[in-house]
């Protein structure tokens, strides 16, 4: 049975799997130290609050148009150019900031847009790269689990040292820090082999994916590839939205009990359990196809999510949102890997990052909404709501859509 090991002792895969968390531990910092920073360098939350969502705006919206860049020009040629405007965009962010007071709100947040617009897609490129470094799809499965608990892990570490540089010296360091990350991981990454452009003959054949149920031989490119990811991109943004409320709910919870300070125990729960979760899923060879385990991890999400509203104290909330947790990187994983495996070469990186940005966006969605909830609804009541989309998304993608043959003879009859 393929494990971690032989994953990570694959030609090239340390370097390149380096290359890029190096890279990607620049997000895990960037958002808290440029909140930081320019809240120092202004006063203000409410410049803070719309400099932030300007920039995950930007970011989110635009991943799919970056990644497509990528896919055209490969990530050895259009990453470096990408990574150096990001770059250069944060350090400019890092000077607006350094002293308070001396920069207009309006540059801050012009610079927060370009800087947004130009976000590199290392996660997509990564995944991407997994699948032309290991053609074998239970091999191809434990890379994907592992990319995604990697990534869980350093959006733990990244908020602690942003929050460390804050603590010790100027916040707007941290953006520097952020700054230097990307680039060098960026670099780094278009620098190893598997990112450089090859001939079709070099790269290895992919074996066929069992998983594969939602028109994988459709040729596409650009935003109509979307139409051929619903299943990933719909369970992607039900997790993220449900998620995206458990933040708020937790803080809710704690005020409720007068324990403000377990928030961050209960978010760690939660960490630790997608990263035991996705552990190990990755390594369970299945013999299901990935598009029926993926309704089945989103009703766990979805259960486990609304039971967790029933908690009767701040130990039982933990111990739940950990069982919570343990459906979060799987569900990932497999969105991730049907949507890789269901694009063209032509529109990988496209595809992953569709996936991304579906999350994230409908996390910042469901913050949104379970805040104006949570003013006339109890704790309860709150958890439902949230954990509706997960629900309704496993029983939408378990319909299986008709064959085209099975239509065309019903039209026929």
Same mark, same amino acid.
């Given at each position: 049975m393929?494990?971690?090991a032989a994953v990570l002792r694959t030609p090239h895969a340390v370097r390149t799997f380096g290359s890029a968390l190096l890279g990607r531990l620049s997000y895990g910092i960037v958002y808290l130290a440029l909140m930081l920073a320019v809240i120092r360098a202004t006063g203000s939350y409410s410049v803070a609050g719309v400099f932030v969502a300007l920039f995950g705006l930007t970011s989110g919206v635009l991943s799919p148009v970056r990644a497509r860049i990528i896919d055209r020009h490969g990530p050895s040629r259009a990453l470096p150019p990408m990574a150096a405007v990001y770059a250069s965009a944060l350090t400019a962010l890092a000077v607006a900031t350094w002293h308070p007071g001396t920069t207009p709100d309006l540059l801050l947040y012009g610079l927060s847009?370009?800087?947004g617009s130009s976000t590199p897609p290392l996660g997509p490129i990564m995944r991407s790269l997994w699948s032309d470094l290991l053609p074998?799809?239970?091999l191809r499965q434990r890379a994907f689990s592992l990319d995604t608990v990697a990534e869980e892990v350093l959006y733990i570490v990244g908020p602690l040292l942003a929050g460390a540089v804050a603590a010790l010296t100027n916040p707007a360091l941290g953006v520097v820090l952020s700054a230097i990350l990307i680039l060098t991981g960026s670099l780094l990454l278009a620098m190893s082999p598997p990112a450089r452009p090859r001939p079709a003959a070099d790269i290895p054949a992919r074996a066929p994916a069992p998983a594969v149920s939602t028109g994988a031989s459709a040729r596409t490119s650009g935003f109509r590839v979307v139409a051929h990811l619903y299943r990933p991109i719909l369970i992607?943004?039900? *997790? /993220?939205m449900c998620l995206g409320a458990l933040s708020l709910l937790v803080v809710a919870a704690a005020r409720n009990a007068n324990h403000l300070a377990a928030v961050a125990w209960i978010e760690a729960a939660l960490a630790v359990g997608s990263v035991a979760g996705g552990l190990a899923y990755g390594a369970v060879t299945w013999r299901m196809p990935g598009s029926r385990r993926l309704p089945l991890l989103a009703a766990g999400l979805g259960t486990s999510f609304a039971v967790a509203g029933l908690s009767a104290n701040l130990y039982v909330l933990a111990a739940l949102v950990g069982v919570i947790g343990?459906?979060?990187s799987p569900s990932l994983t497999t969105a991730y890997l049907l949507a890789d495996e269901t694009a063209t070469p032509e529109t990988r990186t496209q595809a992953g990052a569709w996936v991304n940005t579906a999350f994230n966006l409908a996390n910042s969605a469901g913050t949104a909404l379970i805040g104006?909830?949570? *003013? /006339?609804?109890?704790?309860?009541?709150c958890f439902a709501i949230a954990a509706t989309p997960p629900l309704l998304a496993a029983l939408s993608t378990s319909?299986?859509?008709p064959s085209r043959r099975a239509a065309s003879l019903d039209a026929m009859t």
């Open positions: 393929p494990s971690y847009a370009v800087a074998e799809p239970a992607s943004a039900s *997790a /993220g343990l459906f979060v104006l909830l949570l *003013a /006339g609804l109890s704790l309860p009541v319909v299986r859509r």
